[in-house]
T-cell receptor, first 111, second 114 residues
Framework: LAKTTQPISMDSYEGQEVNITCSHN???????ITWYQQFPSQGPRFIIQ???TKVTNEVASLFIPADRKSSTLSLPRVSLSDTAVYYC????????????FGGGTRLMVKP | NAGVMQNPRHLVRRRGQEARLRCSPM?????VYWYRQLPEEGLKFMVY????????ESGMPKERFSAEFPKEGPSILRIQQVVRGDSAAYFC????????????FGPGTRLTVL
């Protein structure tokens, strides 16, 4: 399984833009890049998924360079409620592909 | 979390007892995945089921653990003769056929073994 590497933790302040980069040098052709957010005592929540270039939704943007060996989750104007663990995952195209979670990035947003 | 329900939310068992964890995916979600999370760690895949079939159980311990997803009713993760090391949060995720499939997670069941 392709492995992902992301920072263990990050600090930010309210109102700032936060960019979390994930490395996945051995990404496979059929892998999609997926990001989840997890608050304490809750299940992971899907944020965004992409294959290449840029994807944007109401919550975040995902930037993927042409070589797809890394990706960057961008959270615009974070608030205290964005304090959570963010997981970068790779998953195949098929429904049967389980998600492999690493340690994630613990984002702390300060007032 | 797209309507995936899990119960109970908290479960306390003594060593040697059985634990039954239930997962009800939302209508139309015929794929169920179970994950386990220890404190301060990421989730670890256990088993993937479709209705009445176990597709992949490579992450599930060979003994004491079993899972099912019957034609009618919720998916059940069953742990027999629980030990303290089974204490963890167990999450169920659901998805639909056709990809790239997004898995939607339930709120989890926190199992504590005394």
């Amino acid at each position: 399984l392709a492995k992902t590497t992301q920072p263990i933790s990050m600090d930010s302040y309210e109102g700032q833009e936060v960019n979390i980069t994930c490395s996945h040098n051995n990404i496979a052709t059929n892998d999609y890049i997926t990001w989840y957010q997890q608050f304490p005592s809750q299940g992971p929540r899907f944020i965004i998924q992409g294959y290449k270039t840029k994807v944007t939704n109401e919550v975040a943007s995902l930037f993927i360079p042409a070589d797809r060996k890394s990706s960057t989750l961008s959270l615009p104007r974070v608030s205290l409620s964005d304090t959570a663990v963010y997981y970068c995952l790779l998953r195949g195209h098929n429904a049967g592909n389980m998600l492999t979670f690493g340690g994630g990035t613990r984002l702390m947003v300060k007032p | 979390n797209a309507g995936v329900m899990q119960n109970p939310r908290h479960l306390v068992r003594r060593r040697g007892q059985e634990a039954r964890l239930r997962c009800s995916p939302m209508k139309g979600h015929s794929h169920v995945y179970w994950y386990r999370q220890l404190p301060e760690e990421g989730l670890k895949f256990m088993v993937y089921l479709q209705k009445e079939n176990i597709i992949d159980e490579s992450g599930m311990p060979k003994e004491r653990f079993s899972a099912e997803f019957p034609k009618e009713g919720p998916s059940i993760l069953r742990i027999q003769q629980v030990v303290r090391g089974d204490s963890a949060a167990y999450f169920c995720a659901a998805g639909v056929a056709g990809g790239p499939v997004v898995q939607f997670f339930g709120p989890g069941t926190r199992l504590t073994v005394l």
